[in-house]
């Protein structure tokens, strides 16, 4: 599994666009990269999945350049609600556990 | 839309005693999975599930647990022996298949153990 590396925390304001990084150097060729959001309490929940280029749904979009080494969550116009913590998570696509790392803490400010 | 739920939503149990989770997973998902957050810290996976056997599990996963898929709907963590360490959120999730479009993993709102 393909370890990742992610900021720890970030804030931002209310209505600004808000870019998380992960890093994730040794993924392999039948990888996806994938998203999650966690708020206190309550259980992960899937925001968006890319193997490669651009990737945008209802609530965020994911980069990802094409040496696939790195990939960036993007939150248009945060609000207060999405303070949370985010997770990458890197996995092939028969692996059925995943690790979750330390994720990146978004707070939110208004 | 379709969600994951687990009962209960707090369970204080002994030191030594045995609980049972239980989860029901949405209905048209083939694997199931079970994670654990203990207070502040990462999500850790347990342990898979598909076609009524374990397909993988992490070292956290020892005899101590056992999981079973008792009827079509039920999807279940036992932990026979309860520790102080075992004091945690515990997670179900689920999903549609393991690679491709559909394999993400639908989380449930957890059941918080709490060993006295």
Not at chain 1, 10 to 39: K, L, P, R
Not at chain 1, 82 to 101: E, I, K, Q, S, W
Not at chain 2, 21 to 28: D, F, G
Not at chain 2, 76 to 89: N, P, Q, V, W, Y
Request: glycine share 6%.
């Amino acid at each position: 599994l393909a370890k990742t590396t992610q900021p720890i925390s970030m804030d931002s304001y209310e209505g600004q666009e808000v870019n998380i990084t992960c890093s994730h150097n040794n993924i392999a060729t039948n990888d996806y990269i994938t998203w999650y959001q966690q708020f206190p309490s309550q259980g992960p929940r899937f925001i968006i999945q890319g193997y490669k280029t651009k990737v945008t749904n209802e609530v965020a979009s994911l980069f990802i350049p094409a040496d696939r080494k790195s990939s960036t969550l993007s939150l248009p116009r945060v609000s207060l609600s999405d303070t949370a913590v985010y997770y990458c998570l890197v996995r092939g696509g028969n692996n059925n556990d995943m690790r979750f790392g330390a994720g990146t803490r978004l707070t939110v400010k208004p | 839309e379709p969600e994951v739920t687990q009962t209960p939503s707090h369970q204080v149990t002994q030191m030594g005693q045995e609980v049972i989770l239980r989860c029901v997973p949405i209905s048209n998902h083939l694997y199931f999975y079970w994670y654990r957050q203990i207070l502040g810290q990462k999500v850790e996976f347990l342990v898979s599930f598909y076609n009524n056997e374990i397909s993988e599990k992490s070292e956290i996963f020892d005899d101590q647990f056992s999981v079973e898929r008792p009827d079509g709907s039920n999807f279940t963590l036992k932990i026979r022996s309860t520790k102080l360490e075992d004091s945690a959120m515990y997670f179900c999730a689920s999903s549609e298949r393991t690679s491709g479009v559909g394999y993400e993993q639908y989380f449930g709102p957890g059941t918080r153990l709490t060993v006295t």
